[in-house]
């Protein structure tokens, strides 16, 4: 079967990636055909570039060669969903957003809520390691998964982890694909354990007069018996601490009032009851030209917010308990990027820049796992078609 033309379909714009566009554009609507592709694109030395909702293809680099879009939007089936069990099936292709909808019929969700479009599916969400900040009282995704099956550079088709009898290629190996952008491999479905609905969920908006103020009162919010879901902190006009909290109604009230006392000193405050299947909480993600991920360990953070400052951001993102800042700047920062990344080297941290107009180094320090990373993928891509120069392991 020639799966390259057999799915061609008109090439649309919208899968541009900088000044690049594929020769053509490939949607295919089983897994088995996705594999077939990429035997027929290595055997040719074809460049593919895995896509999904295109939500967040703006993370990294565009490939340096770029044949076919791979659209993965028509594996879209949930393919078992066992309430009793708590488990569901997805392919990659759905949005997290149909997840969430068939859960909620049962009673039960994805505690998962990355900053993104109702469209951003599974799979491009799990290759870009998308989070938010319900991460700090459920842990993130890779907690939540069970198993993967993944098509491989090559064309194999693999699976991992759990609801399989046979682990093909090693306990846990569908975590590698997490955060890789599909350079080690295209996440064809998952398979998640998913949770019970909390009776109720509701956030705390405080307005204060300046970070240090709000950092106290992010420690204030971490101390038992408070016990917060998530907590941000936005930099941007004013200074606000968001904080939600989740479970029956009366656990919920309890922690309003504790957390609203505590709030004795702050210029503003507004308490909101939620939608529980997605945390609308109310921040915007910067929209900057330049976006920054930044992490350091949780204590450092304040250090980390002086030493941003380097960079003179107008909007800024604290997610206390996990030691994350997420930092818009005006282009012209990214010339004072590597002094500050030298200065959250020293607190043991990094800076990753996730949007750029400009060309400018994305990673810094590269990972001490990157050897074993480039090792993996020279066995499962051995033609290096996947995403060709878009990660660190070229």
């Not at 990636?17 to 594999?35: C, M, N």
């Not at 009898?165 to 599909?182: I, P, Q, R």
């Not at 509701?202 to 016990?227: E, G, I, K, N, Y």
């Not at 920062?333 to 180094?361: C, K």
């Amino acid at each position: 079967m020639n799966a390259l033309s057999d799915r061609a379909i008109p090439l649309p714009t919208t899968y541009t990636l900088g000044d690049r566009q594929p020769q053509r554009v490939v949607q295919p609507t089983t897994v088995t055909e996705v594999g077939d592709l990429l035997a027929e694109a290595t055997h040719t030395h074809t460049a593919v570039v895995p896509w999904g909702a295109g939500t967040r293809q703006f993370i990294v680099d565009p490939p340096r060669r770029y044949d076919v879009a791979l659209d993965l939007r028509q594996l879209h089936r949930v393919i078992e969903y066992h309430p009793a069990d708590l488990v569901v099936m997805v392919e990659a292709g759905i949005s997290l957003e149909a997840v969430q909808t068939l859960l909620s019929e049962r009673g039960q969700w994805l505690p998962w809520d990355p900053p993104t479009p109702p469209a951003a599916t599974i799979g491009g969400l799990l290759a870009t390691a998308a989070w938010g900040p319900l991460r700090l009282g459920y842990g993130g995704p890779r907690e939540w998964i069970l198993g993967m099956q993944v098509v491989l550079g090559d064309g194999r088709i693999v699976r991992s982890g759990g609801r399989v009898v046979k682990n093909v290629t090693g306990y846990d190996s569908h975590k590698l694909h997490l955060g890789a952008c599909g350079t080690l491999g295209v996440i064809a479905s998952v398979t998640f354990k998913v949770a019970p609905l909390p009776a109720q969920m509701a956030s705390l908006h405080a307005t204060v007069l300046d970070f240090p103020s709000a950092w106290r009162l992010a420690m204030a919010m971490r101390q038992p018996p408070l016990q917060p879901v998530a907590l941000v902190i936005e930099v941007a006009n004013t200074i606000t601490l968001m904080a939600r909290f989740a479970g029956v109604a009366a656990a919920v009230e309890r922690q309003l009032a504790l957390a609203t006392t505590a709030c004795a000193n702050a210029t503003a405050l507004m308490t909101q009851y939620e939608d529980r299947t997605r945390w609308r909480i109310g921040y915007q993600m910067p929209t900057a030209d330049l976006l920054l991920r930044i992490g350091v360990p949780d204590s450092m953070l304040p250090r980390a917010i002086d030493a941003l400052t380097i960079l003179e951001p107008a909007h800024i993102l604290v997610f206390p308990g996990l030691g994350l800042i997420v930092a818009g700047c005006a282009e012209t920062a990214a010339a004072r990027l590597p002094a500050l990344r030298q200065t959250l080297g020293v607190m043991g941290g990094y800076a990753v820049v996730e949007r750029s107009s400009i060309v400018v180094d994305r990673w810094g320090v590269v990972p001490s796992t990157i050897d074993l990373m480039r090792a993996l993928r020279q066995r499962w891509d051995p033609a290096g078609i996947l995403n060709p120069g878009r990660w660190l392991l070229e």
